[in-house]
């Protein structure tokens, strides 16, 4: 919480995100600008607040509302929310959550038990749903048999080759450049998955970025495109791992 120098929360401007992405790595530590995308304030910035300090923003809350919960009230001013860093809100550091944008995340992950992962930025990704419970495989390339399963063995996790697909999934997560998608798409289609969660890999400066989740405006609306063609799911964001750890391990 964050309570020197600051004034009344304020209702938050899309030009504010300039001094927010200035400040935030500083605040938490470690670069997190990927996971605070600008199109938080252009789409959600008369539901967010900003708190300003002598020298810039001190805290920031970004209020989003999803149409499957019209009506309830966006946070305000003097609502007694506590003021933190929003990265430090881990679940919603890359989170956008309005199903028009990137479906909910929460849902998909809620339903699935069986996740079929093509690539990854690192071996966070399989390691953190295995370790949640989901039933993780992975496709190694291109051979229609290159699949291994990953899973718990005390505490590790632990990769063996199947030389199979499973017989059905219910998630494909994708770590693959655009140009792939469509044989990634039927390839989920083929399995009976009901989404498709593609993950860019870069930062909202263009960087690379193991968490990042950012994707050109332009490049996005392809991949929605591709998939829900296609009758399935889209998701871009969060981060898949960020969100399977904020939800705990499986029942």
């Known amino acids: ?8 929360p304020r209702q938050t401007r899309p030009g504010d995100y300039d001094a927010i992405a200035a400040a935030v790595d500083g605040r938490w530590g470690r670069p997190v ?21 002598p020298a810039g923003p ?14 309830r009230d966006a946070p305000s001013a003097r609502s007694g929310l506590p003021w933190t860093w929003y990265p430090r809100q881990r679940r919603g550091a890359c989170h ?13 992950l809620d339903a699935a038990r069986t996740v ?3 690539d990854w930025p690192t071996k966070d990704v399989p390691e953190t749903l295995a370790r949640a419970g989901y039933t993780v495989l992975v496709k190694g390339g291109p051979e229609p048999d ?12 632990v990769s063996r080759r199947t030389g199979q697909a499973p017989p059905a999934a219910d998630l494909v997560y994708s770590y693959r450049p655009i140009e792939e998608l ?20 870069v930062a909202s400066d263009g960087t690379k970025a193991p968490n990042g989740c950012w994707m050109d405006q332009a490049v ?3 991949a929605r495109e591709i998939v829900e063609s296609a009758g399935l799911t889209y998701l871009e964001a969060p981060y898949i791992a960020d969100e399977v750890r904020s939800r705990g391990i499986r029942e």
């Open 182 to 201: 469509p044989g990634i798409v039927a390839m989920a289609q083929g399995l009976g998955a009901g989404a498709v969660w593609v993950q860019s890999g």
């Open 116 to 118: 079929v992962i093509v």
């Open 1 to 8: 919480m964050i309570q020197v120098g600051w004034t009344e």
């Open 220 to 222: 996005s609306r392809a």
């Open 146 to 157: 290159n699949y291994s399963a990953y899973e718990v063995q005390g505490p590790q996790v």
């Open 58 to 71: 001190v805290g920031f809350l970004v209020g989003i509302l999803s149409p499957s919960r019209a009506g």
């Open 33 to 53: 600008l990927a996971s605070l995308p600008r199109l938080f304030l252009d789409h959600f910035h008369r539901s967010s607040l900003v708190a300003d300090g």
């Open 96 to 108: 956008l959550d309005w199903e028009d944008a990137v479906g909910d995340a929460g849902q998909i």
